[in-house]
T-cell receptor, first 112, second 110 residues
Protein backbone atom coordinates (compact mmCIF):
# COMPACT_ATOMS: atom_id res chain seq x y z
CA UNK A 1 0.00 0.00 0.00
CA UNK A 2 0.85 3.68 -0.05
CA UNK A 3 3.35 5.12 2.42
CA UNK A 4 3.62 8.87 2.99
CA UNK A 5 6.58 10.39 4.83
CA UNK A 6 6.36 13.99 6.06
CA UNK A 7 9.13 16.30 7.28
CA UNK A 8 9.83 18.12 9.48
CA UNK A 9 7.68 17.08 12.43
CA UNK A 10 8.04 20.54 13.97
CA UNK A 11 8.79 23.83 12.26
CA UNK A 12 9.31 27.11 14.08
CA UNK A 13 9.50 30.40 12.13
CA UNK A 14 9.29 34.11 12.75
CA UNK A 15 6.28 36.03 11.52
CA UNK A 16 6.85 37.09 7.93
CA UNK A 17 9.23 34.24 7.12
CA UNK A 18 8.42 31.45 4.67
CA UNK A 19 7.69 27.86 5.72
CA UNK A 20 8.17 24.71 3.67
CA UNK A 21 6.84 21.26 4.52
CA UNK A 22 7.89 18.26 2.44
CA UNK A 23 6.26 14.89 1.78
CA UNK A 24 7.27 11.81 -0.17
CA UNK A 25 5.02 9.00 -1.34
CA UNK A 26 5.70 5.47 -2.49
CA UNK A 27 2.86 4.46 -4.85
CA UNK A 28 3.38 5.71 -8.39
CA UNK A 29 -0.38 5.23 -8.99
CA UNK A 30 -1.21 8.04 -6.53
CA UNK A 31 -2.62 11.00 -8.41
CA UNK A 32 -4.23 13.29 -5.83
CA UNK A 33 -2.31 15.16 -3.13
CA UNK A 34 -4.24 17.26 -0.60
CA UNK A 35 -2.97 19.32 2.32
CA UNK A 36 -4.99 19.73 5.50
CA UNK A 37 -4.63 22.26 8.32
CA UNK A 38 -5.67 21.30 11.83
CA UNK A 39 -6.07 23.93 14.50
CA UNK A 40 -5.99 22.98 18.16
CA UNK A 41 -9.03 20.98 19.24
CA UNK A 42 -10.56 20.94 15.76
CA UNK A 43 -10.77 18.63 12.81
CA UNK A 44 -8.47 19.04 9.78
CA UNK A 45 -9.58 21.32 6.95
CA UNK A 46 -8.53 21.05 3.33
CA UNK A 47 -6.45 24.10 2.38
CA UNK A 48 -5.03 23.20 -1.03
CA UNK A 49 -4.67 20.18 -3.27
CA UNK A 50 -2.91 19.19 -6.47
CA UNK A 51 -3.36 16.48 -9.06
CA UNK A 52 -0.61 14.57 -10.78
CA UNK A 53 -1.11 16.33 -14.11
CA UNK A 54 -0.12 19.67 -12.55
CA UNK A 55 3.31 20.71 -11.27
CA UNK A 56 2.38 23.69 -9.11
CA UNK A 57 -0.71 25.36 -7.69
CA UNK A 58 -1.01 28.64 -5.78
CA UNK A 59 -3.72 30.19 -3.63
CA UNK A 60 -2.71 33.54 -2.17
CA UNK A 61 0.08 32.87 0.35
CA UNK A 62 0.11 29.10 0.00
CA UNK A 63 1.42 26.98 -2.85
CA UNK A 64 1.99 23.30 -3.48
CA UNK A 65 4.55 21.78 -5.83
CA UNK A 66 4.68 18.21 -7.13
CA UNK A 67 7.59 16.27 -8.56
CA UNK A 68 6.13 13.02 -9.94
CA UNK A 69 9.48 11.61 -10.98
CA UNK A 70 10.92 11.94 -7.49
CA UNK A 71 7.55 11.19 -5.85
CA UNK A 72 7.60 14.21 -3.59
CA UNK A 73 5.40 17.22 -3.03
CA UNK A 74 5.76 20.29 -0.84
CA UNK A 75 3.65 22.95 0.83
CA UNK A 76 4.99 26.51 0.76
CA UNK A 77 3.59 29.26 2.97
CA UNK A 78 4.91 32.77 2.41
CA UNK A 79 4.66 35.78 4.73
CA UNK A 80 3.65 33.60 7.64
CA UNK A 81 1.29 34.97 10.27
CA UNK A 82 0.56 33.78 13.82
CA UNK A 83 -2.79 32.40 12.66
CA UNK A 84 -0.89 30.00 10.37
CA UNK A 85 0.21 28.17 13.54
CA UNK A 86 -1.36 24.70 13.33
CA UNK A 87 -0.63 21.09 12.44
CA UNK A 88 -0.41 20.46 8.69
CA UNK A 89 -0.98 17.04 7.12
CA UNK A 90 -0.13 15.94 3.63
CA UNK A 91 -1.89 12.98 2.02
CA UNK A 92 -1.87 10.92 -1.16
CA UNK A 93 -4.55 8.87 -2.83
CA UNK A 94 -5.15 7.14 -6.14
CA UNK A 95 -8.24 7.44 -8.30
CA UNK A 96 -9.11 3.81 -7.71
CA UNK A 97 -9.78 4.00 -3.99
CA UNK A 98 -10.23 7.69 -3.03
CA UNK A 99 -8.95 6.74 0.42
CA UNK A 100 -6.05 9.02 1.39
CA UNK A 101 -2.95 7.93 3.24
CA UNK A 102 -1.80 10.68 5.57
CA UNK A 103 1.64 11.81 6.64
CA UNK A 104 2.36 12.12 10.36
CA UNK A 105 1.87 15.87 10.43
CA UNK A 106 4.00 18.97 10.90
CA UNK A 107 3.45 21.31 13.82
CA UNK A 108 4.06 24.84 12.50
CA UNK A 109 4.69 27.54 15.08
CA UNK A 110 4.81 31.15 13.91
CA UNK A 111 6.32 33.50 16.47
CA UNK A 112 5.04 37.10 16.44
CA UNK B 1 -25.96 24.75 8.37
CA UNK B 2 -24.22 21.89 6.54
CA UNK B 3 -21.44 19.85 8.01
CA UNK B 4 -20.34 16.91 10.09
CA UNK B 5 -21.31 16.67 13.72
CA UNK B 6 -19.45 14.52 16.17
CA UNK B 7 -20.62 13.90 19.71
CA UNK B 8 -19.76 13.94 22.45
CA UNK B 9 -16.72 16.22 22.41
CA UNK B 10 -15.25 14.43 25.43
CA UNK B 11 -15.91 10.84 26.52
CA UNK B 12 -14.61 8.73 29.35
CA UNK B 13 -14.51 4.96 29.31
CA UNK B 14 -14.33 2.66 32.28
CA UNK B 15 -12.48 -0.65 32.19
CA UNK B 16 -14.41 -3.32 30.29
CA UNK B 17 -16.95 -0.86 28.93
CA UNK B 18 -18.05 -0.36 25.32
CA UNK B 19 -18.61 3.24 24.26
CA UNK B 20 -20.14 4.64 21.09
CA UNK B 21 -19.05 7.79 19.28
CA UNK B 22 -21.63 9.51 17.12
CA UNK B 23 -21.04 10.96 13.65
CA UNK B 24 -23.77 12.61 11.58
CA UNK B 25 -23.45 14.44 8.26
CA UNK B 26 -25.95 16.46 6.22
CA UNK B 27 -23.68 16.94 3.21
CA UNK B 28 -25.28 14.04 1.29
CA UNK B 29 -21.88 12.35 0.97
CA UNK B 30 -21.78 8.66 0.14
CA UNK B 31 -18.47 7.89 1.86
CA UNK B 32 -17.73 8.20 5.57
CA UNK B 33 -14.57 7.46 7.51
CA UNK B 34 -13.26 7.06 11.05
CA UNK B 35 -9.71 8.04 11.92
CA UNK B 36 -7.76 7.77 15.13
CA UNK B 37 -5.24 10.49 15.96
CA UNK B 38 -2.43 10.00 18.47
CA UNK B 39 0.30 12.59 19.08
CA UNK B 40 3.01 12.23 16.44
CA UNK B 41 1.16 9.39 14.68
CA UNK B 42 -0.84 11.26 12.11
CA UNK B 43 -4.28 10.02 11.10
CA UNK B 44 -4.82 6.28 11.04
CA UNK B 45 -7.87 4.78 9.32
CA UNK B 46 -10.11 2.62 11.50
CA UNK B 47 -13.13 1.90 9.26
CA UNK B 48 -14.71 3.36 6.18
CA UNK B 49 -18.00 3.05 4.38
CA UNK B 50 -18.57 3.98 0.76
CA UNK B 51 -22.25 3.10 0.67
CA UNK B 52 -25.11 2.42 3.07
CA UNK B 53 -25.11 -1.06 4.65
CA UNK B 54 -21.49 -1.67 3.65
CA UNK B 55 -18.23 -0.90 5.42
CA UNK B 56 -14.61 -1.99 5.28
CA UNK B 57 -11.80 -2.34 7.81
CA UNK B 58 -9.02 0.18 7.74
CA UNK B 59 -5.49 -0.18 9.04
CA UNK B 60 -6.33 -0.42 12.75
CA UNK B 61 -9.84 -1.94 12.99
CA UNK B 62 -9.15 -4.35 15.86
CA UNK B 63 -11.20 -3.49 18.94
CA UNK B 64 -13.63 -1.26 17.01
CA UNK B 65 -16.97 -1.80 15.29
CA UNK B 66 -19.20 0.36 13.07
CA UNK B 67 -22.58 0.35 11.38
CA UNK B 68 -23.97 2.25 8.40
CA UNK B 69 -27.73 1.89 8.45
CA UNK B 70 -28.38 5.43 7.18
CA UNK B 71 -26.47 7.58 4.73
CA UNK B 72 -26.22 10.38 7.30
CA UNK B 73 -24.89 8.34 10.21
CA UNK B 74 -21.74 6.30 10.87
CA UNK B 75 -21.35 5.52 14.59
CA UNK B 76 -18.15 4.00 15.96
CA UNK B 77 -18.14 1.65 18.95
CA UNK B 78 -14.92 1.29 20.91
CA UNK B 79 -15.16 -2.15 22.49
CA UNK B 80 -13.51 -3.50 25.60
CA UNK B 81 -11.16 -5.42 23.28
CA UNK B 82 -9.44 -2.12 22.43
CA UNK B 83 -6.82 -2.02 25.17
CA UNK B 84 -5.43 1.43 24.42
CA UNK B 85 -8.44 3.53 23.45
CA UNK B 86 -7.20 6.93 24.65
CA UNK B 87 -7.00 9.08 21.52
CA UNK B 88 -8.68 11.81 19.50
CA UNK B 89 -11.23 10.30 17.09
CA UNK B 90 -12.12 12.03 13.85
CA UNK B 91 -15.02 11.30 11.56
CA UNK B 92 -14.94 12.43 7.94
CA UNK B 93 -17.10 12.27 4.87
CA UNK B 94 -16.54 12.95 1.23
CA UNK B 95 -18.10 12.90 -2.20
CA UNK B 96 -14.77 11.65 -3.56
CA UNK B 97 -11.16 12.39 -2.74
CA UNK B 98 -11.73 15.57 -0.71
CA UNK B 99 -12.56 14.88 2.91
CA UNK B 100 -14.60 16.99 5.28
CA UNK B 101 -13.86 16.38 8.95
CA UNK B 102 -15.88 16.76 12.12
CA UNK B 103 -14.49 18.46 15.23
CA UNK B 104 -13.49 15.21 16.88
CA UNK B 105 -14.14 13.31 20.10
CA UNK B 106 -11.45 12.98 22.76
CA UNK B 107 -11.77 9.58 24.42
CA UNK B 108 -10.01 8.92 27.70
CA UNK B 109 -9.88 5.96 30.04
CA UNK B 110 -10.90 6.39 33.67
Amino acid sequence: GENVEQHPSTLSVQEGDSAVIKCTYSDSASNYFPWYKQELGKGPQLIIDIRSNVGEKKDQRIAVTLNKTAKHFSLHITETQPEDSAVYFCAASSGGSYIPTFGRGTSLIVHP
Amino acid sequence: DGGITQSPKYLFRKEGQNVTLSCEQNLNHDAMYWYRQDPGQGLRLIYYSQIVNDFQKGDIAEGYSVSREKKESFPLTVTSAQKNPTAFYLCASGPGEKLFFGSGTQLSVL
